[in-house]
T-cell receptor, first 111, second 115 residues
Framework: GESVGLHLPTLSVQEGDNSIINCAYS??????FIWYKQESGKGPQFIID?????DKRQGQRVTVLLNKTVKHLSLQIAATQPGDSAVYFC??????????FGPGTSLSVIP | DGGITQSPKYLFRKEGQNVTLSCEQN?????MYWYRQDPGQGLRLIYY???????QKGDIAEGYSVSREKKESFPLTVTSAQKNPTAFYLC??????????????FGEGSWLTVV
């Protein structure tokens, strides 16, 4: 079946460094992708999204890159801060009612 | 402020009991969803509803039931038929994709524990 997965379950980075979190998806028909941040015991928060007709989108300190050829997307966080410590997960959508969520990468920021 | 409100935050269920988790949104969103989150796993869809008085089963609907009598409300009942209900439950909503906005917004979640 369809799957969305992250390459690393945990990631530790030094404060001030850039973070890169990766995600792979299986369904080539996926046309919309979302990154979420989830702090412990809270609901996921939307970070950034990208459609399949784009290969890059930037937000405030975050950039999402999409490589449809290898079915891979990444989230880059610039100048990582302690407040960025959380679980990050990606989601891919094939249709309005078919959204697949990945298991998440836990990001720890070392002061 | 606009948002999705889930209650209660923490709930304990005894064996054989049915419990209901509340979800209310004031975002005027058409679609609402219930997801289950277990440690180390992605979110799994329980039920979703795109319009009032209509809902569809997701991937893990067995042991759960929902209703959608009002646009703002989408309560989830965890029945005694759900054998492993201990989990974090998330309610979500999104607007009609015809608006061009696809973002799914989540509530703060409800923890359900079987005692």
């Amino acid at each position: 079946g369809e799957s969305v997965g992250l390459h690393l379950p945990t990631l530790s980075v030094q404060e001030g460094d850039n973070s890169i979190i990766n995600c792979a998806y299986s369904n080539s028909a996926s046309d919309y992708f979302i990154w979420y941040k989830q702090e412990s015991g809270k609901g996921p928060q939307f970070i950034i999204d990208i459609r399949s007709n784009m290969d890059k989108r930037q937000g405030q300190r975050v950039t999402v890159l999409l490589n449809k050829t290898v079915k891979h997307l990444s989230l880059q966080i610039a100048a990582t801060q302690p407040g960025d410590s959380a679980v990050y997960f990606c989601a891919s959508e094939t249709s309005y009612d078919k959204v697949i969520f990945g298991p998440g990468t836990s990001l720890s920021v070392i002061p | 402020d606009g948002g999705i409100t889930q209650s209660p935050k923490y709930l304990f269920r005894k064996e054989g009991q049915n419990v209901t988790l509340s979800c209310e949104q004031n975002l005027n969103h058409d679609a609402m969803y219930w997801y289950r989150q277990d440690p180390g796993q992605g979110l799994r869809l329980i039920y979703y509803s795109q319009i009032v008085n209509d809902f569809q089963k997701g991937d893990i609907a067995e042991g759960y039931s929902v209703s959608r009598e009002k646009k703002e409300s989408f309560p989830l009942t965890v029945t005694s038929a759900q054998k492993n209900p201990t989990a974090f439950y998330l309610c979500a909503s999104r607007t009609d994709p015809a608006t061009g906005v696809n973002t799914i917004y989540f509530g703060e979640g409800s923890w359900l524990t079987v005692v």
